[in-house]
């Protein structure tokens, strides 16, 4: 089981790791894409990237690029 929060990036490593697991949580918060273009004052565009927070398009990637493991 992989567990993966706070993370910001998933990192090549990150990545070897998680594909050997039967299972992965995966924390993400935030559209960067409605962050720079709504209502959000500029501090609060920048804070998912600055404490780490996984956007949604980036952990769905890693999740996708997984399901290409499969046979």
């Known amino acids: 089981m992989g567990y993966c929060t706070d993370t ?3 990192t090549p490593h990150m990545h070897d790791l ?3 697991c039967d299972g992965i949580v995966l924390e993400s918060n ?10 959000y ?3 609060s565009a ?3 990237v600055e404490r780490g927070h996984l956007s949604n398009p980036a952990a769905a990637a890693c999740l996708r ?3 290409r493991d499969v046979p």
């Not at 559209?31 to 273009?37: E, G, I, R």
């Open 8 to 10: 910001g990036i998933i």
């Open 30 to 39: 935030h559209c960067p894409d409605m962050l720079q273009n709504g209502p």
């Open 46 to 48: 920048q804070d998912p």
């Open 65 to 67: 690029d997984f399901g």
């Open 41 to 43: 004052p500029n501090r």
């Open 18 to 20: 998680l594909r050997d």
